[in-house]
């Protein structure tokens, strides 16, 4: 069975740097990309960028461009977030997911347990 | 940058029916999908490809898209559907999601 096992809740500092690992078993790591997805505190869902496992390739979304790195490492089937010049506002609970494609479309069929990251100043 | 809206409550009665809307520019183009949040877990996938189930989704779901609009429908509704539920679309390689609507079963 798909599985995707989230690294442990990270409590930072404003300014500083997190990274979130998302180790993926039951299915071909290289054959779906991973998508990054948040959850601020009571609020909705906001995706943060894509990676395709099999090239490293990645799709961030533009609010995000410049803060965030997607990376992967084959050879344990694990991704990567990294978010940096962290605010409160990141405070959240980081997804990763994997997205299935088909017909021109998207979608995301597997989510993590979620890493809860705290931004404090 | 492309939009999702979402009532951000709908109340149904058990076992009637509830429709949940998206709404977006030319949403009937495009490929909805749909996933349901209880409270302090992972949302699951329950509609994909506007009206595809995944294995294991009760047949009670269904969805529908066309025009501006998205719906996923809830026919039978039981007290344990109550969560919130997200749309989603695929536009110019992002994710877009709509804000979410709470779902009451009352």
């Known amino acids: 069975q798909v599985q995707l096992v989230q690294s442990g809740a990270e409590v930072k500092k404003s300014g500083a740097s997190v990274k979130v690992s998302c180790k993926a078993s039951g299915y071909t790591f290289t054959g779906y990309y991973m998508h990054w997805v948040r959850q601020a505190p009571g609020q909705g869902l906001e995706w943060m960028g894509r990676?395709?496992?099999?090239?490293?390739?990645?799709n961030y979304a533009q609010k995000f461009q410049g803060r965030v790195t997607m990376t992967r490492d084959t050879s344990i089937s694990t991704a990567y977030l990294e978010l940096s010049s962290l605010r409160s506002d990141d405070t959240a609970v980081y997804y990763c997911?994997?997205?299935?494609?088909?017909?021109?479309?998207?979608?995301?069929?597997?989510w993590g347990q979620g890493t809860l990251v705290t931004v404090s100043s | 940058s492309y939009e999702l809206t979402q009532p951000p409550s709908v109340s149904v009665s058990p076992g009637q029916t509830a429709s949940i809307t998206c709404s977006g520019d030319?949403?009937?183009?495009?490929?909805a999908s749909w996933y349901q949040q209880k409270p302090g877990q992972s949302p699951v996938l329950v509609i994909y490809q506007d009206s595809k189930r995944p294995s294991g989704i009760p047949e009670r779901f269904s969805g529908s898209n066309s025009g501006n609009t998205a719906t996923l429908t809830i026919s039978g509704t039981q007290a344990m559907d109550e969560a919130d539920y997200y749309c989603q679309a695929w536009d110019s390689s992002t994710v877009v999601f709509g804000g979410g609507t709470k779902l009451t079963v009352l």
């Open positions: 990676i395709n496992p099999n090239n490293g390739g990645t």
């Open positions: 030319k949403l009937g183009n495009k490929y």
């Open positions: 997911t994997r997205g299935s494609e088909g017909g021109g479309s998207s979608w995301i069929d597997y």
